[in-house]
């Protein structure tokens, strides 16, 4: 069963403790609706980012920020197991409804695991 | 415009069973409930096309479906009309409905969608109506879809879902919840349904490729719904335990050119290691709840001994011969005793293995396993292993003339082969 993976943006000053009780009540109400429909796998949402980038040095420089410079970053997602990509849309159009933001499907690509490389 | 009918198709798949559950609450009555929600659809068919997708397709299909029943009950009331009082009665009936359909939507509950399902799977059903109805229902699959995965005509399959539908209103079947004692009686009805489905998609030999992995895939999709709506009912998680293990080989089960590949010969590194950890945590919940002896339990504890065995060498077969003793204990049958007898041989050597296959013979079960092709492969499989060629070739012979499936033959005439070679030393 495919997976994919459905990731809500957030403009870059967004400050959570400003965000509106509707739209987390709009957002629980999915994720319990995804639940009781057995497609979701997984959904969280996300700090603010740090990015590691490496010098011509060798060295690591860590930054504050999302390694886009972008007015937008990820949020938070969901792993969604769905039938096909058309569900997985009709998912995610229910994401931009519930969290008024931008929403981006991705499907996920396995490779079983080698069992050596699992010891 | 074939875009926007996927989008449309995946837009109902998701919302259709809320949508049924929600004017069923109101309506009480699943086939009228699921006509209003169809000519909703009907009626978003027409319209998005040209108006696009609203933002809320699921309000806009409610308010659709809440229309079409309003209209029904005013052409109830131009036939009336003359009768006062049994119009003032229908504009009473009229007003009610618009406003307990206004709040059904709000009010949709998880065990509105686990009424559905149990009413969907009730025991005055035929099983075939049960299954189509589930598909239809709960999965949101068109008929179209289902009569192609069960390889009937669309009408047979259309036809068998409005008698399921009328049997219902017949035995005027509440939309309730059962308790008590009759919950766990219609529990086991549903999954009974949910693993036929399973079945159907998993061990089917004919039927399109793509629409046996979708009823996997809905069978799959029940047994999570069920056990979120029902978390503690320990045989619903061992089911769940049981599809998701043999799911998880899937991509083992065909070789290269589409053949079956058996289980002792699959690759296991193609096994879906996340999907066996989803299987195993099931299992494990099953247990913690009480149902380790359960049918499903049992079977699925089966199947995980041979998914725990890194090769087929290392599977535990005493714990399998022990599982098959419980199992024959809840629920005895030829094939579970003949099931039996492979592990034994396996655990115990081929002599104790045929032992055991001759035993069901006196269990008075042989009647029904004397057409079944795979007593013979078995007893032929036994006999090889004891160096008894001559009659190992017999018991081959009769399975394959016994078996309608051409893969089935064909392992059968390569075991004949490999007898030939044991034959001559090769």
Not at chain 2, 306 to 326: C, F, G, K, P, S
Request: net charge negative; aromatic share 6%.
């Amino acid at each position: 069963m495919p997976q994919y993976l459905v990731a809500g943006y957030l403009p870059d000053d967004f400050d959570p403790s400003q965000a509106d009780e509707a739209t987390g009540r709009a957002i629980h109400a999915l994720n319990k609706e995804m639940i009781a429909a057995g497609v979701r796998k997984f959904a969280c949402g996300l700090g603010s980012a740090k990015s590691l980038r490496a010098q011509t040095d060798g060295r690591v420089l860590i930054t504050d920020g999302p390694y886009l410079e972008t007015k937008e970053h990820i949020g938070g997602f969901w792993i969604l197991e769905c039938a096909d990509m058309d569900e997985a849309l009709a998912w995610a159009r229910k994401g931009v409804a519930a969290t008024r933001g931008q929403v981006e499907v991705r499907e996920i690509f396995f490779q079983p695991a080698p069992q050596e490389a699992t010891k | 415009m074939t875009d926007i009918h996927k989008t449309i198709e995946a837009v109902w798949k998701i919302e259709s069973t809320r949508l049924i559950a929600a004017i069923a609450r109101v309506t009480r009555d699943i086939g009228i409930a699921e006509e209003l929600a169809q000519d909703a659809l009907v009626t978003a068919l027409e319209v998005w096309p040209e108006e696009g997708i609203p933002n809320n397709p699921a309000a806009w299909l409610m308010t659709a479906a809440k229309r079409r029943a309003l209209d029904s009950l005013r052409r109830a009331r131009m036939l009336v009309q003359k009768h006062e009082e049994v119009a003032r009665e229908l504009d009473h009936q009229q007003q009610q409905l618009a406003d307990a359909l206004e709040h059904a939507w709000d009010q949709v509950i998880a065990d509105d969608v686990l009424r559905l399902i149990f009413i969907a799977c009730h025991p005055v059903l035929a099983v075939e109506g049960r299954i189509a109805l589930t598909l239809r229902l709960i999965c949101g699959l068109t008929t179209a879809e289902i009569a192609r995965a069960f390889l009937v005509p669309e009408k047979t399959l259309g036809q068998r879902i409005s008698r399921a539908k009328k049997t219902l209103l017949e035995a005027r079947v509440p939309f309730e919840t059962p308790c008590g004692d009759e919950l766990r009686r219609r529990v086991e009805s549903v999954l009974s349904v949910v693993y036929l489905i399973f079945n159907e998609g998993y061990t089917a030999t004919s039927g399109e490729e793509w629409m046996r992995g979708a009823l996997c895939h809905e069978a799959l999709r029940l047994g999570r719904i069920l056990a979120q709506l029902l978390p503690g009912e320990s045989e619903v998680q061992a089911l769940l335990a049981l599809m998701e293990l043999n799911a998880s080989r899937t991509a083992a089960r065909r070789g290269h050119n589409g053949e079956a590949v058996l289980l002792p010969d699959q690759d296991r590194t193609l096994w879906d290691g996340a999907q066996i950890q989803q299987g195993m945590s099931a299992l494990d919940q099953a247990h913690r709840l009480g149902g380790g002896a359960g049918n499903y339990a049992l079977q699925a504890a089966i199947v995980a001994c041979h998914m725990r065995a890194r090769t087929a060498e290392e599977t535990d077969w005493e714990r399998i011969v022990l599982l098959y003793d419980a199992l024959m204990q809840t629920t005895p049958s030829p094939i579970v005793a003949l099931n039996r007898a492979v592990a034994v041989g396996m655990a115990q050597g081929p002599a104790a293995g045929l032992d055991a296959v001759d035993a069901i013979a006196t269990l008075g079960a042989d009647s029904v396993l004397a057409g079944y092709h795979l007593l013979h492969s078995v007893r032929g499989d036994l006999l090889t292993k004891m160096g008894r060629f001559s009659e190992a070739r017999e018991e081959i012979h009769r399975a394959i003339t016994m078996t309608q499936n051409l893969r089935e033959q064909e392992l059968l005439t390569e075991r004949l082969e490999q007898i030939e070679k044991a034959t001559w030393g090769l």
